[in-house]
């Protein structure tokens, strides 16, 4: 089956306040087949004076976006007869954060290849752009033994907010490569649906002020706090 692929000219999202600040692009691109459809959003970074690792970084999401795709359109492909509508992959870029020598973006990706409902998943890029390097959660944070901060954290806010927090069937914890992203005010912690609730919750979040949290994070991270 040949595919007939639409590609959509690239609208650039520039995200920047000053010269100096990483422009942010959102490439969205399209295709379609007999079995399936794809719309996807690829983010791309140029930071001043870090061209190198920029076009590498770029380079990598692209590859991760095409990757992606191929294993969607396999799947697609086996299941054309199960299933009355054709297959569907979207994925859509939302950038949180773009300041500070840091970014934080969120990628959303949906997929349906039959069943009661497709499946929405994200994938956080927290990048700090002074170092030239993706971060993780435990990056942030001066010492060991940040999870059990964090952790206590959570729980007093699903204290404050019982009713928004009432339907989790499980405890939350910070795991190993928690997700996480970055806004003006707060860490997100989150978690995947089905992780800590129904399908229909959707994504569980915990705000936590940053400001509250500055006396446990490594320096070079508190230009992170803008409160």
């Known amino acids: 089956m040949r595919w007939r692929r639409i590609f959509v000219p690239a609208a650039a999202l520039i995200i920047s306040a000053c010269a100096a600040q990483t422009a942010v692009n959102i490439v969205s691109e399209e295709y379609e087949t007999d079995y399936s459809e794809v719309s996807m959003q690829i983010l791309e970074i140029d930071i001043p004076g870090a061209k190198e690792f920029s076009e590498a970084y770029n380079a990598e999401l692209r590859?991760?976006?095409?990757?992606?795709?191929?294993?969607?359109?396999?799947?697609?492909?086996?299941?054309?007869?199960?299933?009355?509508?054709?297959?569907?992959l979207q994925t859509t870029q939302d950038v949180k954060y773009n300041k500070n020598d840091f970014i934080s973006a969120v990628e959303e990706q949906y997929t349906y290849t039959g069943g009661a409902h497709g499946m929405t998943l994200r994938k956080?890029?927290?990048i700090d752009t002074l170092?030239?390097?993706?971060?993780?959660l435990g990056d942030l944070f001066a010492e060991e033994g940040?999870?059990?901060?964090?952790?206590?954290m959570i729980r007093e806010l699903r204290e404050k907010n019982p009713e928004e927090y009432s339907e989790l069937w499980a405890e939350p914890?910070?795991?190993p490569e928690q997700d996480f992203y970055i806004t003006d005010t707060d860490l997100v912690i989150y978690y995947q649906?089905?992780?800590l609730s129904?399908?229909?919750?959707?994504?569980?979040e915990f705000p936590l002020r940053l400001s509250e949290l500055r006396g446990y994070m490594k320096e070079e991270y508190y230009r992170l706090i803008t409160e």
């Open 63 to 88: 590859q991760e976006a095409e990757d992606t795709a191929a294993g969607f359109d396999s799947e697609a492909k086996e299941v054309a007869g199960e299933i009355s509508q054709k297959s569907v």
């Open 124 to 126: 956080t890029r927290n």
């Open 131 to 136: 170092a030239q390097k993706e971060i993780k």
């Open 146 to 152: 940040y999870e059990e901060t964090l952790n206590r």
């Open 173 to 175: 914890v910070i795991k």
């Open 193 to 195: 649906p089905y992780e």
């Open 198 to 204: 129904y399908y229909a919750r959707g994504f569980v």
